[in-house]
């Protein structure tokens, strides 16, 4: 299904009187609204391929329908998205669930929807049929050199499909752990992983970006071999200038301060990216900001204070990706709203009075800087989101011109109600 330029203007002719006046009500309230605006329509958040499916547990699957059942159908989900909200211009494969047969025709493809290829992802923590080893014990880590080569070799290989399609970085997610104390000596884990993330780091193109994701739990439940951020650090340090820790939100202990050690990241250049999400318990995957609206705004705070204070360009000096999983809503419309929110805690980020943070902090004065920061994010600023999808030729509300389309009856109608994309 395509959506038309006629249905974005009807849609937007209809909406444009109410989302004027609030314009002018919210530049009121903030300053700067312009330079906000353009900050906005600027940012791109990729959408993960994984993500365009029914997710699941290990209880159940309840697949809603019309779901991508190959690459080319994975692009133009995201295509779709991009068209509503032009906020969504990348995707990002995993592979072996995304392998390209005509690199010239996917690009072409994604190049038709307006989408850059974002970070490849490997796959190490599943079996593949074909493959000789198994990683029940672990891949860049295993006792077993050979299991180890195999794990290496798919990354080399995953980077391979990505200098074709145009992409720029790997993220590597080690599932690597154990399950009881005893099984795995620590430091032994820790060298093997260090010296296969190294072979995998020299095959990386000198344009390219090594993000190494960290997981406090799961699937192992005794201990992960890159837990934290410290230990994503520790090896990112020593790899070198390409390799940087990729955060990802449902990857922390309960209570993990996220905006300090982005902000701590940031300091050190060793922020590469993030996974977008939200979660109560664990790695729930749950749609960004539904829970903690608040900790995503104080994320983009101090995101935008350090991309600042080092000159970097928000849109491009990072990477920034949703990673989901759509158990009960309908993917499009549970990623669009992820897109929403985070594009929200953004304008809030940028609309925080910083010189007056910046003298609060100074004095010491910690009920005005409260003051500040609760004002940014109370304040409301969705009309310069809908804004800069405006001006940008998306829709004004992406997610009721998608419901008042039916696109998903229409996928439905296109792919059969029993398609299975891949992913978890
Ligand atoms: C692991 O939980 C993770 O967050 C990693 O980013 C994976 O690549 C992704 O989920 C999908 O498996
Ligand atoms: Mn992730």
């Known amino acids: 299904m395509l959506i038309s330029s006629n249905h974005i203007d009807s849609h937007n002719e209809d909406l444009l009187k109410k989302h004027q006046n609030k314009l002018v009500f919210t530049a009121s309230e903030i300053n700067e609204t312009e330079a906000i605006i353009q900050k906005l329509i600027d940012f791109q958040i990729a959408i993960p391929s994984w993500a365009l499916g029914t997710g699941g547990t290990r209880f159940g699957r309840f697949a809603g329908g019309g779901e991508p059942r190959s690459l080319e159908e994975k692009i133009e989900d995201v295509g779709l998205l991009h068209k509503l909200n032009n906020a969504s211009g990348a995707i990002s494969l ?86 009881f104390p005893g099984q795995l ?63 990802d939100l449902g990857h922390h202990l309960p209570n993990a301060n996220i905006e300090q050690i982005v902000s701590l990241l940031l300091m050190e250049n060793k922020l590469g990216g993030f996974h977008f999400n939200d979660s109560k318990y664990g790695d729930d995957d749950l749609t960004a900001g539904a829970l903690k609206p608040y900790q995503l705004f104080l994320i983009f705070n101090e995101l935008v204070e350090g991309m600042d204070a080092r000159g970097m360009n ?52 910690v009920v005005k800087a409260q003051e500040i920061l609760q004002n940014a994010f109370r304040t409301d600023v969705r009309a310069l989101v809908a804004e800069a999808r405006l001006r940008s030729g998306a829709a004004l509300n992406p997610v009721a011109l998608y419901r008042s389309i039916q696109v998903r009856q229409n996928l439905i109608e296109e792919r059969g109600l029993k398609t299975m994309a891949t992913g978890l």
């Open 94 to 179: 995993h592979i072996p669930w995304d392998i390209p047969t005509n690199y010239g025709a996917i690009k072409t493809l994604a190049g038709q929807h307006g989408l850059k290829f974002d970070a490849m992802n490997s796959n190490t923590f599943q079996d593949q049929a074909s493959a000789e080893h198994t990683y029940k014990y672990g891949s860049l880590q295993n006792v077993n050199k050979a299991v180890r080569k195999q794990a290496i070799a798919h990354n080399i290989e995953v980077i391979k499909h990505g200098i074709e399609l145009g992409s720029e970085s790997l993220t590597v997610w080690l599932a690597d752990g154990s399950n």
């Open 185 to 247: 000596n620590f430091r032994k884990a820790y060298q093997n992983t260090l010296e296969s993330l190294e072979e995998i780091y020299d095959a990386l193109p000198s344009n390219w970006k090594l993000f190494l994701e960290y997981k406090c739990a799961e699937p192992n439940f005794y201990s992960t071999t890159v837990a934290d951020w410290g230990q994503s650090y520790s090896y990112v340090k020593k790899l070198g200038d390409k390799a940087q820790t990729l955060v």
């Open 314 to 365: 928000h849109a491009k000096d990072l990477g920034w990706m949703i990673d989901a999983s759509h158990n009960i809503k309908d993917p499009l419309e549970d990623l669009l709203q992820s897109v929403e929110a985070i594009m929200i805690a953004y304008a809030q980020a940028l609309s925080v009075d910083r010189k007056a943070l910046v003298q609060a902090q100074e004095e010491n004065d």
